[in-house]
Every structure is written in structure tokens, then in C-alpha cells.
């Protein structure tokens, strides 16, 4: 961004609403963990995703999907890495590279799917069926690992439905 002084006065102040901030410094780790002296209750997750899409069928009767891409995102070469670390010990570690590779997670479905003839927007619910009991004591946690460029995505949000348990 670039100011040209033109007059007199103080040059104009920039506001900005939309920023986005591209970095190649790979992988980024996000963590669920239980507070201090509590536990955690993980029960479900979900993975939302928005892509510059058009994601019906010519006939508009379902969703075009494909199984080998994240929406109109190519199969990612790394992928992101669902990281389960209980008491010292990883008991499932899982890397999805493609909406074919989170369907096959156990308790996967298609939640909601939209689009505007441009964007599409896709949400998948993970339900753990039982909840995965985070202990601070023991250092437990979860992770989800990001090792590509993810910047072709309009939006990736991986949230976790949790209960949080005082100890």
C-alpha cells in the first residue's frame, strides 16, 4: 500500500476489514488440552470448509463432490494430522489428505453443504461415539497438524465439541 501526499494536512488513515496473512513456515500444530486440574471431554469434532466452488450436479439434485479433494482443493501431499496423545503414548494417529480420507474416520458424516453458484461451503461431523477423556495430570491432548499451504481454501475451521470436568 502506497500513500500519495497530495496536500495539505495529514496524510489519510487506512482501514482495513479484510486481511489475509500468507505464511510458508510449515507445519502449524493446534492443540486441544484441559486446563489446569481439570479434564476434558472430548465428544465430537467439526471440520467446516469453504472453497471458490461450484459444487452442484448441471441437474442441481446433490453436491458434487469428489473423494480425492477437499472441495475443488487437490488431495493434499502432507495432509493434516489428527494426533491422539494419551498418558505418554499415541494411540491414533491419522493424516487426511482429502474429504475420501475423513469420511473413512470412524463416526464421519456429511453434516451440511451450501453454495452460491460460486462458493461452496461442506461440514462434516465427527462423533467420537464415546468421549475421549483428556487428562491434565497425565499431559494429555490432541492435536491437528497442518504441513501443506492451505491458502487456496477460503475458510478451514476444525472446532471440538468438549465438557470440561473439574479435578
Request: glycine share 6%.
Amino acid at each position: 500500500m502506497k500513500t500519495i501526499d497530495t496536500g495539505v494536512g495529514d496524510p489519510p488513515d487506512y482501514y482495513l476489514d479484510d486481511i489475509q496473512i500468507e505464511e510458508t513456515s510449515y507445519p502449524v500444530e493446534f492443540t486441544i488440552e484441559p486446563d489446569a486440574g481439570k479434564w476434558l471431554h472430548v465428544n465430537s469434532y467439526s471440520i467446516f470448509l469453504v472453497d471458490a466452488y461450484a459444487a452442484t450436479l448441471a441437474d442441481a439434485t446433490m453436491p458434487l463432490l469428489f473423494y480425492d479433494k477437499l472441495l475443488g482443493v487437490s488431495s493434499l501431499e502432507n495432509g493434516i494430522l489428527y494426533r491422539r496423545n494419551i498418558s505418554g503414548e499415541v494411540p491414533l494417529s491419522f493424516p487426511f489428505r482429502n474429504l475420501g480420507d475423513i469420511l473413512m474416520f470412524p463416526g464421519a458424516r456429511i453434516e451440511n453443504y451450501g453454495a452460491d453458484g460460486t462458493n461452496a461451503f461442506l461440514k462434516i461431523l465427527v462423533d467420537m461415539g464415546e468421549p475421549i477423556i483428556l487428562r491434565d495430570e497425565n499431559d494429555d491432548n490432541i492435536s491437528f497438524q497442518v504441513a501443506d499451504n492451505l491458502t487456496s481454501l477460503i475458510k478451514l475451521v476444525i472446532s471440538a465439541n468438549c465438557k470440561e470436568e473439574q479435578r
